[in-house]
Every structure is written in C-alpha cells, then in structure tokens.
C-alpha cells in the first residue's frame, strides 16, 4: 500500500486552504507577492504538532499560526 499523497494547498493541522503563495503560483500560474508567512513565527511546539508525514510537504494556515 503507497502512502497517500500530501496535498500542499492544505494547512496539515486543520485541513483548510493554507492559502501558501507558492501553491497558488503553482496552481494559476499567477506571479504571487511574498507569502504571509514570511513575516510570521512558528514556533517550535507549533511546528512540532504537524504530523511526520506531512512535515515540510504542506505549510501551516495563519489561522492555526495564529492560535499558538
């Protein structure tokens, strides 16, 4: 069995649209301003929530940033 692919357009703690510039680049073809999470800090508890699996494929939401 193949593990299933991680879908970067979603945050991998809530499952909604992590609205990341980069997929949304990728995904119109559209040039993109620099993402909002350039200016954002993760922390290490934060980052360290996001399962295995999905670290480094998928980018946190601002709204799950937010909450930490």
Do not use: H, Y
Request: aromatic letters at 2%; charged letters at 25%.
């Amino acid at each position: 069995m193949q593990p299933q692919a991680v879908d970067a357009s979603l945050c991998p703690l809530c499952g909604e649209p992590n609205r990341c510039a980069m997929e949304v680049e990728k995904e119109t073809g559209v040039k993109q301003p620099p993402c909002w999470c350039t200016q954002a800090d993760f922390t290490a508890d934060l980052l360290a929530r996001v399962p295995v699996e999905k670290q480094r494929l998928a980018c946190i939401c601002a709204a799950c940033a937010a909450k930490d």
